[in-house]
């Protein structure tokens, strides 16, 4: 009940296209469900994050969308750049993320082709 | 703003030694910081959570003994692997939360230990 599962494994985009990677979990306790964007070498860098009081969050080019009733949430990356090549890892937790755990996704890896 | 910093960013040592990792939130203070790890090409691992002042909760399967973690300030958290062995190389990464209200987490760079 703590896992969240990510899908796809690996994702190649033409540059320009709509990137989305999909996210579901199991625990209905999980209140705040942020995206990391992680490059070779490098910590995970928070990128945008949703909690479950709104069905759609934007910043930029980046939207996440959440189903609360399917346990689901997904992030779109649109005008994909092949500066956005990076693995992208989501993840969730209870009562926010400043103190509690978060149970991460098993990372999808993201090539944008020029 | 809501910087994590580590220290070092890569080690080497000899089996045997002991390492320790520090980790900074810059311009924040952190009640709470955690420590992941992380192999090539897999999500992250969290280790331990780490409260300001008393002692750190660890990951079932995460030896204490051989990962020993101290959180004595609101801005610092120490990592220290203890009799370090090649299996222990690895990327550990520490994170820390930042407070209300943005109830968020942020990470360091990570640090890449390797032992010979």
């Known amino acids: 009940q703590q896992q969240v599962k990510q899908s796809p494994q690996s994702l190649i985009v033409q540059k320009g296209g709509i990137s989305i990677i999909n996210c579901a979990y199991e625990n209905t306790a999980f209140d705040y469900f942020p995206w990391y964007q992680q490059f070779p070498g490098k910590g995970p860098a928070l990128l945008i994050a949703?909690?479950?009081?709104?069905s759609e969050k934007k910043e930029g080019r980046f939207t996440i969308s959440f189903n609360k009733s399917a346990k689901q949430f997904s992030l779109h990356i649109m005008d994909s750049q092949p500066g956005d090549s990076a693995t992208y890892f989501c993840?969730?937790?209870?009562?926010?993320?400043?103190?509690?755990?978060?149970?991460f996704g098993t990372g999808t890896l993201l090539a944008v082709q020029p | 703003g809501a910087v994590v910093s580590q220290h070092p960013s890569w080690v080497i040592c000899k089996s045997g030694t002991s390492v320790k990792i520090e980790c900074r939130s810059l311009d924040f203070q952190a009640t709470t910081m955690f420590w992941y790890r992380q192999f090539p090409k897999q999500s992250l691992m969290l280790m331990a959570t780490?409260?300001?002042?008393?002692?750190?909760?660890?990951e079932q399967g995460v030896e204490k003994d051989k990962f020993l973690i101290n959180h004595a300030s609101l801005t610092l958290s120490t990592l220290t692997v203890t009799s370090a062995h090649p299996e222990d190389s690895s990327f550990y990464i520490c994170s820390a939360g930042l407070p209300e209200p943005y109830n968020e987490q942020f990470f360091g760079p990570g640090t890449r230990l390797t032992v010979l």
């Open positions: 949703i909690r479950p009081d709104v």
């Open positions: 780490s409260n300001e002042g008393s002692k750190a909760t660890y």
């Open positions: 993840a969730a937790s209870k009562d926010g993320g400043a103190t509690n755990k978060l149970i």
